[in-house]
C-alpha cells in the first residue's frame, strides 16, 4: 500500500527499556521527521532527515536515538525509556519541494511507559 | 524566536456558526504557513496553507487570512458542521519542511 506507516499502533514497554518505533514511506520523499504530541505542548520536533544518512536534531531530542540507511525507512528508538517519554509519537515525511503538498503524517504510535 | 502562538486552546461553536483560530509568530524567515486538522486517534491532515506573498486563501468552507505585518494568520471555518469537530493545528516553517507546530486548538462543533 502506498503511503506512511508506523508500527506498533500501540505499545506498552517499562522504564528502562529500549523500544524501537518504526516508520515507512512508499513515496520515496527526501524528508522525514518524527514528532511527539502531547496535551498542551502540541506537536514537538525530535529528529528529522533531509536523506539517508543524513539527521539532525529537532526541539526535543534528548534520549531519543534515529537512523536512516533507506530513504523509505526512518526508525526512532528510546535508548532507555522514562515515563516522560509517555506520548504519541508521529512521523511525517515530505518531498520538501516549494510546491510540496507539505507533510503527510502516519497514524501515529501510542507509547505508554510504565 | 521559533515558537508559533495558537489560541484559543478549546473552541465550542454552534453548528452554522465561525470558527475562528489565531496564530501568531515572531521569525519573519518563515514563508510557509500550513493548518492542520486532527481526528482522535489520527494523524494530522493538511487542510489548506498559505504564502506570505498574499493576504487570504479560501477553499471552500476554510479561509486563512494572512496579516504580515502583524506576523498573525488565522484559520476561519464558515458554516462550521459537526462533522468539523477536530484538533487544529498552524504551523510555520521557511520553505516546507522543518515545521513548528502551534499547541493546537481542539474544536467542538454542536449540532
Known amino acids: 500500500d502506498a503511503g506512511i506507516t508506523q508500527s506498533p499502533r500501540y505499545k506498552i514497554t517499562e522504564t528502562g527499556r529500549q523500544v524501537t518505533l518504526m516508520c515507512h514511506q512508499t513515496?520515496?520523499?527526501?524528508?522525514m521527521f518524527w514528532y511527539r504530541q502531547d496535551l498542551g505542548h502540541g506537536l514537538r520536533l525530535i529528529y528529522y532527515?533531509?536523506?539517508?544518512?543524513?539527521?539532525d536534531k529537532g526541539e526535543v531530542p534528548d534520549g531519543y536515538v534515529v537512523s536512516r540507511s533507506k530513504t523509505e525507512n526512518f526508525p526512532l528508538t528510546l535508548e532507555s525509556a522514562t515515563r516522560s517519554q509517555t506520548s504519541v509519537y508521529f512521523c511525517?515525511?515530505?518531498?520538501?519541494?516549494?510546491?510540496?503538498?507539505?507533510?503527510?503524517f502516519g497514524s501515529g504510535t501510542r507509547l505508554t511507559v510504565v | 524566536q521559533q515558537q508559533v502562538k495558537q489560541s484559543p486552546q478549546s473552541l465550542i461553536v454552534q453548528k452554522g456558526g465561525i470558527s475562528i483560530i489565531n496564530c501568531a509568530y515572531e521569525?519573519?524567515?518563515?514563508?510557509?504557513f500550513p493548518w492542520y486538522q486532527q481526528f482522535p486517534g489520527k494523524g494530522p491532515a493538511l487542510l489548506i496553507a498559505?504564502?506570505?506573498?498574499?493576504s487570504e486563501k479560501k477553499e471552500g468552507r476554510f479561509t486563512i487570512s494572512f496579516n504580515k505585518s502583524a506576523k498573525q494568520f488565522s484559520l476561519h471555518i464558515m458554516d462550521s458542521q459537526p462533522g468539523d469537530s477536530a484538533t487544529y493545528f498552524c504551523?510555520?516553517?521557511?520553505?516546507?519542511?522543518?515545521?513548528?507546530f502551534g499547541t493546537g486548538t481542539r474544536l467542538k462543533v454542536l449540532a
Open positions: 513515496w520515496s520523499h527526501s524528508y
Open positions: 504551523a510555520a516553517s521557511i520553505r516546507t519542511y522543518k515545521y513548528i
Open positions: 521569525n519573519t524567515a518563515f514563508d510557509y
Open positions: 532527515s533531509a536523506a539517508a544518512d543524513i539527521t
Open positions: 498559505i504564502r506570505p506573498d498574499v
Open positions: 511525517a515525511s515530505s518531498d520538501g519541494g516549494i510546491g510540496s503538498y507539505g507533510y503527510t
